[in-house]
């Protein structure tokens, strides 16, 4: 019984250091927030948001929700808290709820369902919560304001080179997002009429969802190659999509001027343009949109104004321009 | 003839074998709906593909045989596959990774066990538990974000040797051991006990508590290996990554005859019930299945596939009762 506890409490032990040495974020609020309960009404407001991730175990919602709380150590006169939706509808409307009651000055809300969340969205904004929704907004709610990136418009930045770029008669594989997902959804339709509708030549011989996933993505692209012996492209929702399909065929000589688009701008992707394997990807900033999400929160906060809705740059990432981007996940400290 | 063909229905040949006759079938079938199914290259694709969830599935084999599961170990995988490829970062070692990976599996396992054996906890709370926890130091320690430019790493899902790729190697040597040790050792004759009837055991001079924790043991090799190879062959760190997967091994295992009963159960089983699954999923992206429709294929393969198998199993004892 001596060694189990023993080995129980080295267990403990281990966690804590690994929650030493990786959250300084979460500290961090905890640090803000006593500060501001004990600095209490005597000094400044200090405005209290919650912040609604997605799921923090989705790559780029936890990119978003890193980026949010480092932007909210800018504003002296806002604290962030996280809360994290797991994915689940049912769960994130509870987190909505939650803050509702805790009275929150601000509620910032990243759906995992647009539709899912609108009426739980909605009471925040009766309860005269200052209420933002984003990656992806849910549109028409009056009182509610929101910060996102168009997941058309990212799409067809892509779509526009691949018209003069794919060659005629070209056969391509497309990789695709969970279905009823806004985005994926969103940009499919993009690709479709930007690209596909323009480009009746081109053949689709092989289209599958493999749900944002690297090791999906590989599992599909490993089939394709066996059964095609050309493939010219490789369209992908997002670039961790992209960058599985290209991880099958990088020692492939018969594939090595396949063209390969993404989405999102993450640090692997820049790699990958720089190494020139794949051609192009938008960036869909995390760190926009969490300046974005930061500006309008304080704007409405102060009262300056009532309603903003603003969406940010996707700007094509190309060999042309890569090393600019590479700069900035340096700078995050996505790539050494 | 018609008595010979009798013969071959009421002999054991069908029972031992059928789950072995679905997959020469499904093989078949793939064989004439495409001709790229049975080429050498897709074959090796099919055995990459499979490999990490069926090293998974061995290690929840013994389990389930002794009346246990891990519910854990697709999280475990990312857990134990996210410090080892930080441990090659840091320390540029090979060796000194797949050692992080495999000692983080087996500790992880090892508190599985000791919570199922000391505290009495139900092996599907126990891993329950763990599959939180691990997934959640997974993301904690990445802070949710991927691992890229693992540089050498991918040797282990990559590479090859003697022309076989090391995935599969690694799929071989731990069937072979898995085959082994309930095949011939006191080990497994003791996990097929306690999965028969854990007091006979016991009162039959069993160390049960021992028995199970080396299960779990077991299974965290295994975990540690398949989460190794994982991440090397996805070429980065995901914390995320492995989802599922530990229903993706439990699927193998149960559609290769091992009954969640317990004391039923064998290595050669899970392999074919994951190439079941394998030669699936293949066939129908070849083939250009809709997504959607796949979906529904694969759960009523899984279903038919255990039907049978159950019903000549039944036959098989009802024969036997009748001959008895």
């Not at chain 1, 019984?1 to 250091?17: E, S, Y």
């Not at chain 1, 960058?243 to 018969?254: S, W």
């Not at chain 2, 007091?199 to 001079?205: I, P, V």
Request: charged share 15%; proline share 2%.
């Amino acid at each position: 019984m001596r060694k189990v506890l023993a080995l129980l409490l080295v267990f403990v032990l281990a966690l804590g250091m690994l929650a030493g040495c990786s959250s300084n974020t979460s500290t961090s609020t905890t640090e803000a927030a006593t500060t501001a309960a004990a600095g209490g009404e005597s000094t400044d407001k200090v405005f209290r948001v919650a912040y609604i991730a997605r799921a923090q175990a989705d790559s780029f919602a936890a990119w978003l929700a890193n980026a949010v709380m480092e932007e909210a150590d800018k504003y002296d006169n806002i604290t962030v808290d996280v809360f994290d939706g797991q994915a689940n509808d049912d769960i994130e409307n509870g987190l909505i709820e939650n803050a509702i009651t805790n009275k929150y000055d601000a509620i910032i809300v990243q759906p995992n369902n647009g539709e899912a969340q609108r009426p739980y969205v909605e009471k925040a904004v009766a309860a005269g919560i200052v209420t933002i929704t984003t990656n992806a907004r849910i549109s028409g709610i009056e009182g509610a304001s929101s910060v996102d990136a168009d997941p058309y418009l990212q799409a067809k930045v892509n779509a526009d080179a691949a018209v003069e770029q794919i060659p005629q008669n070209a056969k391509v594989v497309v990789l695709l997002g969970p279905p009823g997902n806004f985005h994926a959804d969103a940009r499919r339709d993009s690709w479709q009429k930007e690209f596909f509708d323009k480009r009746p030549d081109v053949t689709i011989v092989g289209e599958e969802i493999a749900n944002w996933n690297k090791d999906e993505a590989m599992n599909y692209m490993e089939t394709w190659v066996q059964a095609n012996d050309q493939i010219d492209a490789i369209i992908a929702m997002n670039d961790n999509m992209a960058a599985g399909a290209l991880e099958v065929i990088k020692d492939n000589a018969k594939f090595s001027n396949i063209l390969a688009y993404g989405v999102d701008g993450t640090a692997e992707a820049c790699l990958l343009i720089q190494e020139g394997k794949l051609t192009s990807t938008s960036l869909q900033s995390a760190y926009a949109l969490a300046e974005g999400l930061l500006d309008t929160s304080n704007k409405l906060l102060t009262g300056q104004e009532t309603q903003i809705d603003i969406d940010i740059d996707c700007p094509l990432i190309t060999k042309d321009n890569v090393a600019e981007y590479i700069e900035m996940h340096k700078k995050a400290g996505a790539i050494q | 003839m018609n008595s010979l063909l009798q013969k071959i229905k009421k002999s054991n040949l069908m029972a031992t074998f059928s789950i072995y006759f679905v997959l020469l079938f499904l093989f078949l079938i793939s064989m004439m709906a495409n001709e790229n199914f049975a080429t050498i290259g897709n074959l090796s694709n099919i055995s990459r593909q499979i490999a990490v969830g069926t090293i998974l599935a061995f290690g929840q084999t013994i389990l389930i045989i002794s009346g246990m599961l891990d519910l854990s170990s697709g999280s475990v995988l990312a857990l134990a596959g996210v410090l080892s490829v930080d441990a090659y970062l840091k320390t540029g070692s090979l060796i000194v990774s797949f050692l992080v990976g495999i000692i983080v599996a087996v500790i992880c396992n090892i508190l599985n066990g000791l919570m199922v054996t000391k505290f009495k906890t139900p092996p599907f709370i126990a891993t329950l538990a763990m599959m939180a926890m691990a997934r959640g130091a997974a993301l904690l320690y990445t802070n949710g974000q991927n691992i890229y430019q693992i540089g050498d790493y991918v040797i282990f899902g990559q590479g090859s040797w003697f022309g076989v790729p090391n995935p599969v190697w690694f799929l071989v040597i731990t069937m072979t051991v898995t085959w082994y040790l309930l095949k011939h050792t006191v080990f497994g004759r003791s996990v097929y006990a306690i999965g028969g009837n854990e007091e006979a055991a016991n009162a039959s001079g069993i160390n049960v508590d021992r028995v199970k924790m080396k299960a779990y043991i077991i299974n965290g090799i295994f975990v540690g290996l398949a989460g190794i190879i994982f991440m090397s062959r996805v070429n980065g760190g995901l914390p995320n990554g492995a989802n599922g997967y530990e229903f993706k091994a439990l699927t193998a295992a149960v559609i290769g005859g091992t009954s969640f009963s317990g004391g039923v159960g064998t290595a050669s089983g899970t392999l074919a019930g994951a190439f079941i699954v394998g030669f699936l999923d293949n066939i129908m992206v070849l083939v250009g299945v809709n997504s959607y429709l796949q979906q529904i294929v694969r759960g009523a393969i899984i279903a038919l596939a255990v039907i049978y198998d159950i019903y000549f199993k039944t036959t098989r004892k009802k024969n036997k009762a009748a001959k008895g």
